[in-house]
């Protein structure tokens, strides 16, 4: 299950909407084992396990920089 919550600025919840895995199954092919495998891992920083083109990870860099600031 999927919860995503939006909130407010002083942290009260606003929104919510849930998710069963079988819902995200059907949209997103795949994602709902990619959150149980996350949920389950045992590391908290897990890299990719392929290699990233110097242009994909120079958007992943500017995804990462954006979301940070």
Known sequence: MVKVIHLSEDGT???AVVLDD???EVIYS???DMLRDA???AAADV???FDLSREAR???DKLLTRIRS
């Open 22 to 24: 079988f819902t995200v």
């Open 47 to 49: 890299t990719p396990s």
């Open 30 to 32: 795949g994602i709902a």
């Open 58 to 60: 120079q958007r992943r």
């Open 13 to 15: 919840e606003k929104a």
């Open 39 to 41: 949920a389950s891992a």
